[in-house]
């Protein structure tokens, strides 16, 4: 089963709710979930929340180290506790998935990511279980680092809000350890398709089209 969550993110009020804070929302509504309340632990240079489910214990974890020094609170917590890497599950923003969508995912690479990276590092390995949270592409590479770092757009907040509403259902399965259930109800869930544009109202007054009665006639 998972007995550790963690969700990536960046402390301090200049970072919340921004893209790169995914993680961090995740498990804020994780914790709503299980009646489980935040405590600073400087031994783990995090956020903590322990509770208990089906009788074992589980750890919620938001590293307060800055994004790109994650390992360094993931490993403290899962060493000290002995929680295998294939225990945990790490919750990250991810810029190839479009916002509204989620996968699971167990091992791999990092793929940039400085948090996973930095996890990959601490932990000597690659094989723990990712839940990747879409926040979409700016479409130029340069423009990444601003990107991560701003708030979303209020139909990519409400996107990824909604897309985690529908992964918490997937949390029983989680925490029991039942992946093939957990990936079918977090892969199937599907975005609402988005709404198509209105078209404007014409002017009033105004030829509404060739076939207007206010339309000029065209001699042949």
Request: hydrophobic share 40%; net charge positive.
């Amino acid at each position: 089963m998972i007995k550790l969550i963690a969700g990536l993110g960046n402390p301090g009020p200049e970072y919340e709710n921004t893209r790169h804070n995914a993680g961090f929302l995740f498990l804020d509504a994780v914790a709503r979930e299980l009646k489980a309340s935040w405590t600073m632990d400087k031994s783990y240079h995090a956020l903590v929340a322990r509770t208990l489910v089906q009788g074992e214990t589980v750890w919620l974890l938001k590293p307060q180290t800055f994004m790109n020094l994650s390992g360094k609170s993931v490993s403290a917590l899962s060493r000290f506790f002995k929680v295998k890497p294939d225990e945990i599950l790490v919750v990250h923003d991810e810029l190839d998935i479009a916002p509204g969508e989620a996968k699971l995912k167990f091992g791999g690479g990092h793929a940039g990511h400085n948090g996973l990276r930095d996890i990959h590092a601490q932990l000597a390995t690659g094989d723990y279980w990712r839940l990747r949270l879409g926040i979409g592409h700016p479409g130029d590479k340069s423009e990444v680092a601003n990107w991560v770092l701003k708030k979303p757009s209020l139909d990519h907040r409400i996107a990824l809000e909604q897309c985690i509403d529908r992964s918490l259902k997937a949390l029983p399965a989680l925490l029991a350890g039942d992946m093939t259930q957990a990936t079918m109800l977090i892969h199937t869930s599907k975005p609402p398709r988005p709404k198509p544009p209105v078209p404007p109202k014409p002017e009033l007054g105004a030829p509404e089209g060739p076939h207007s009665e206010t339309a000029p006639s065209v001699k042949p």
